[in-house]
């Protein structure tokens, strides 16, 4: 899961003629050339209405007052008189225009899978492995679904002829699959059983949406063979010049926030030492065999990590700071050598000529020498930080309680608005508001810090399965209603 800035812009003004915007989010979706995606199944043409053709006529009309259409945003038309431009789409069944905008607009994750089994105690989302599912919770997305949420908003994007979810401003769109979940586990079955795995599910995202997906890993055990599997293929495609555009990151999230390094701080402070080790050992050698699987990516620019730990002043982390995450890397380093090592002498899968060794491990260093050392704090890990750290919790729940304030339901309206409200320095920098849409098609604003619900839901077959909460925080008292979505 990234904890990331997405700024949250709601076009008021217009791009009419003599304004100048990029072009980059021109609509082409080189995605559906190169992988021929079939689409467009999931519409209901039961006889369209009038208000279908009004829509259809005002929008060829709007469109002539635009020197370059490729400018065109959503919020740049007036979505009264383009209603029921979404007649007859599955997945929209129920919403107007406005509510549709506000989606398009806000929209950066799709929970495909919900929960995770790393439990990384920094885990802002909160995840927890998924839960059991009945006939009446679901922990991941039905591939039904799926194909009504990417196929609609295809839909919706070509009868208007610009991706709804253009943001001429954003000169680094992109999304997520996920929100509590991680990427080396996306994957969805459809109805005859055949499974597609995280490429084929972001190409589909990225050509519904118009924006390229991020992977995001915190690993796998080198036992769990399917996710090595998945791990080969991931770094086979993606070493590929081809496909370094299908996704804006590939991320590797290593840090002390694992839950097998979690536990190795908190057995060490109970005194137990020997099994401490063994959860040490359990994370390095899991993360030497994730460097050693990813070498290839070596020479991808999308190839990234995430490298997050407490600074080595701060009080109350022991276990968690970059000085402790320093000692891991030169642990795992010292396990990836061997592997290298071991390959050479073998399969050479990975190393043919020896002088890789040593180029392959300067790289990973290089990539891992920026450590962030102001890491989010959880709901989780503000438990196991040491409880008589004040100056930890005091700091975690001012950020909590500016973030309860900025998000209230009435400064939601005031921002959609344009209207100025007082931001402190940190909020002003960082308009940080994302959407996310459940599993059941529920959808959700987060600024990462608290989570809003609102009152839309797609049309999915699973709209009345419940699934795990949405964590950060989520504000049940203070929901965005339909009522506010319409006066915007
Ligand atoms: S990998 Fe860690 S941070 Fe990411 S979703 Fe799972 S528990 Fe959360």
Redesign the pocket.
């Known amino acids: 899961?990234k904890l990331t800035f997405i700024p949250f812009k709601f076009n008021i003004s217009n791009n009419k003629k003599n304004l100048e915007h990029n072009t980059q989010n021109s609509y082409v979706s080189n995605n559906i050339e190169r992988n021929n995606i079939s689409s467009y199944n999931n519409t209901e043409f039961n006889g369209l209405s009038n208000n279908y053709f009004k829509a259809k006529n005002y929008l060829a009309e709007a469109k002539k007052d635009f020197d370059d259409v490729n400018n065109i945003e959503i919020y740049d038309l007036d979505l009264n008189k383009l209603d029921g431009i979404q007649e007859g789409i599955k997945v929209f069944k129920g919403l107007n225009m406005k509510e549709i905008a506000f989606i398009g607009s806000t929209i950066n994750e799709v929970a495909i899978n919900r929960g995770?089994h790393?439990?990384?105690s920094?885990?802002?989302?909160g995840?927890n492995p998924p839960i059991r599912e009945d006939n009446k919770h679901i922990n991941k997305m039905s591939w039904n679904d799926f194909k009504t949420l990417t196929d609609g908003f295809k839909e919706l994007n070509n009868r208007l002829g610009f991706p709804i979810t253009r943001d001429t401003m954003d000169d680094d769109p992109y999304m997520t699959s996920?929100h509590?979940?991680?990427c080396i586990d996306i994957k969805l079955k459809n109805n005859e059983g055949n499974e597609h795995d995280f490429i084929d599910i972001a190409l589909r995202l990225n050509d519904a949406f118009g924006k390229p997906q991020i992977f995001?890993?915190?690993g796998w055990s080198p036992n769990d063979k399917k996710a090595q599997a998945r791990a080969e293929k991931y770094a086979e495609y993606y070493s590929d010049p081809e496909h370094f555009d299908e996704i804006s990151d590939f991320n590797v999230?290593i840090n002390p926030y694992?839950a097998l390094h979690t536990r190795e701080v908190m057995l060490k402070k109970d005194g137990n030492i020997e099994k401490a080790e063994k959860f040490r050992d359990l994370y390095t050698t899991r993360m030497a065999n994730v460097l050693f699987t990813f070498t290839p990516l070596l020479d991808n620019p999308k190839f990234n990590f995430i490298a997050r730990a407490a600074d080595n002043s701060s009080k109350g982390t022991e276990g968690f700071k970059e000085e402790d995450l320093r000692n891991i890397y030169d642990e795992i380093f010292n396990k990836l050598e061997k592997r290298y090592q071991d390959d050479f002498n073998g399969e050479q899968n990975i190393i043919a000529d020896k002088q890789e060794i040593k180029q392959n491990i300067y790289s990973y260093k290089r990539l891992l020498g920026h450590v962030n050392t102001n890491p989010s704090i959880s709901e989780r890990l503000n438990k196991i930080y040491s409880p008589d750290n004040s100056e930890v919790k005091k700091t975690d729940i001012i950020i909590a309680k500016s973030r309860e304030n900025v998000m209230s339901a009435k400064n939601i309206h005031n921002i959609l608005n344009g209207e100025t409200i007082k931001l402190n320095a940190y909020e002003t920098a960082h308009p940080n508001y994302a959407g996310l849409i459940d599993s059941n098609g529920k959808y959700y604003i987060t600024n990462y810090y608290t989570t809003y619900p609102t009152e839309l839901q797609l049309n999915f077959e699973n709209k009345d399965k419940q699934t795990a909460p949405i964590h950060p925080y989520l504000n049940e008292d203070l929901p965005i209603k339909k009522t506010l979505i319409n006066s915007l």
Do not use: E, R
């Open positions: 899961m995770c790393n439990i990384c920094h885990c802002y989302a995840a996920f509590d979940a991680d995001d890993t915190a999230s694992h």
